[in-house]
């Protein structure tokens, strides 16, 4: 028994030299990274520094082609504005007349022009027209619409005035669109123009039925709804055909 333990503590004293050794080892290759580089932020390997690659355990160079600079996270690079990267250089970006760099390393045409292939056309702007927002395209001045290329002056009809978009036309107030004209809105006795002021609704306590508003008898114990063209039973009775009778399964 005696043995056997001496042998177990015997073997505990040759092994931990060696596992001392293997630790600090462990620590040194950590410890220790390859030239041009540097251990990371929590100590759990390496990374190279900025304007290095990492190639097989160790940090070569960057080449930076002409016209070019490191990008942001200091391992890749990018083309100096004005150029754009071309199997593996950096070629400058040719400008045709009446063009400008846009931010994507490309370029667009100037207000007036429209891109075409590799140049910047001008916008043929007919009378009556202008160049709109995007500035490539041109739209017809209000009181014109357009057809093909070119802006004609809308025809207005008798009480017609030009829409909000001022490339259509809408009828005054009391009067309804129809084909090219401007009828006017019949509304028959007991009716008015509704808000749009191109239909007619009945007045409270009528219904609309073909061009007509009729009036509707209301029975005892009923009322008229709140839209004025239905009408309801008072509470405590319930509706019986055209009746109002007691509800007695309020009871």
Same mark, same amino acid.
């Given at each position: 028994?005696?043995?056997?333990?001496?042998?177990?503590?015997?073997?505990?004293?040759?092994?931990?030299?060696?596992?001392?050794v293997?630790?600090?080892?462990?620590?040194?290759?950590?410890?220790?990274?390859?030239?041009?580089?540097?251990?990371?932020?929590?100590?759990?390997?390496?990374?190279?520094?900025?304007?290095y690659?990492?190639?097989? #355990?160790?940090?070569?160079?960057?080449?930076?082609?002409?016209?070019?600079?490191? /990008?942001?996270?200091? =391992? +890749?690079?990018? %083309?100096?504005?004005?150029?754009?990267?071309?199997?593996?250089?950096?070629?400058?970006?040719?400008?045709?007349?009446?063009?400008?760099?846009?931010?994507?390393?490309?370029?667009?045409?100037?207000?007036?022009?429209?891109?075409?292939?590799?140049?910047?056309?001008?916008?043929?702007?007919?009378?009556?027209?202008?160049?709109?927002?995007s500035?490539?395209?041109?739209?017809?001045?209000?009181?014109?619409?357009?057809?093909?290329?070119?802006?004609?002056p809308?025809?207005?009809?008798?009480? #017609?005035?030009?829409?909000?978009?001022?490339?259509?036309?809408?009828?005054?107030? /009391?009067?309804?669109? =129809? +084909?090219?004209? %401007?009828?006017?809105?019949?509304?028959?006795?007991?009716?008015?123009?509704?808000?749009?002021?191109?239909?007619?609704?009945?007045?409270?306590?009528?219904?609309?039925?073909?061009?007509?508003?009729?009036?509707?008898?209301?029975?005892?114990?009923?009322?008229?709804?709140?839209?004025?063209?239905r009408?309801?039973?008072?509470?405590?009775?319930?509706?019986?055909?055209?009746?109002?009778i007691?509800?007695?399964?309020?009871?």
């Amino acid at each position: 028994m005696r043995t056997g333990w001496r042998r177990f503590l015997i073997g505990l004293l040759v092994l931990a030299p060696c596992t001392d050794v293997a630790a600090a080892q462990g620590v040194a290759e950590r410890a220790a990274p390859p030239p041009n580089a540097h251990m990371t932020r929590y100590g759990s390997g390496w990374e190279c520094d900025r304007g290095y690659r990492s190639d097989q #355990g160790s940090c070569v160079s960057i080449d930076l082609p002409q016209n070019a600079y490191l /990008g942001a996270t200091g =391992r +890749g690079w990018e %083309c100096n504005r004005g150029y754009r990267k071309v199997d593996g250089a950096c070629v400058q970006i040719e400008l045709p007349p009446h063009a400008f760099l846009s931010r994507e390393n490309d370029w667009a045409c100037e207000r007036g022009y429209r891109r075409t292939d590799q140049s910047c056309v001008a916008v043929a702007v007919p009378e009556n027209a202008y160049l709109d927002a995007s500035g490539d395209r041109w739209s017809c001045e209000r009181g014109f619409r357009r057809t093909d290329d070119s802006c004609i002056p809308l025809e207005l009809p008798p009480e #017609g005035y030009v829409g909000r978009s001022g490339n259509n036309w809408e009828c005054d107030r /009391g009067y309804q669109k =129809r +084909g090219g004209s %401007c009828i006017a809105v019949e509304v028959p006795a007991n009716g008015y123009l509704d808000s749009s002021g191109r239909d007619w609704a009945c007045e409270r306590g009528f219904r609309r039925e073909d061009r007509s508003c009729l009036a509707f008898r209301v029975p005892a114990r009923g009322h008229l709804d709140y839209s004025g063209n239905r009408w309801t039973c008072d509470p405590g009775y319930r509706q019986q055909g055209v009746t109002c009778i007691e509800d007695k399964r309020l009871d």
